[in-house]
């Protein structure tokens, strides 16, 4: 059974940063991919971030390249997202998801992709 479990939400000012942790049980790293996805009030749930098992390539939509950075540690069996120069609108519950099918590309992130989810961790950039 795939268990993922975020941690490192909180409150933060703009222009700040923090860092996001997808602990995963019940399965290695080692297969498919695993995303970063957010969700704002009353917005659809975006996906933010994805790194394949296969190669580490990656990928970021326009509104998060060069501020977020997704990795993974296999031995740990956690997957990190490094967010820099927060923005209020970043401002959501993010999630970690995986699918042991799943190839990142630039065609983007659907959440019906992804079989496993965690619950989430709040995000908050505020002054």
């Known amino acids: 059974q795939v268990q993922l479990v975020e941690s490192g939400g909180g409150l933060v000012q703009p222009g700040g940063s923090l860092r996001l942790s997808c602990a995963a049980s019940g399965f290695g790293l080692d297969y498919g991919a695993i995303a970063w996805f957010r969700q704002a009030p009353g917005k659809k749930r975006e996906g933010v971030s994805c790194?394949?098992?296969?190669?580490?390539?990656?990928y970021y939509p326009d509104s998060v390249k060069g501020r977020f950075t997704i990795s993974r540690d296999s031995t740990k069996k956690t997957v990190y997202l490094q967010m820099n120069s927060l923005k209020p609108e970043d401002t959501a519950v993010y999630y970690c998801?995986?699918?042991?099918?799943?190839?990142?590309?630039?065609?983007?992130?659907?959440?019906?992709?992804?079989?496993?989810w965690g619950r989430g961790t709040q995000v908050t950039v505020s002054s």
């Open positions: 998801a995986t699918d042991f099918d799943y190839y990142c590309s630039e065609s983007g992130l659907e959440e019906t992709d992804f079989s496993s």
């Open positions: 790194i394949s098992t296969s190669d580490d390539s990656t």
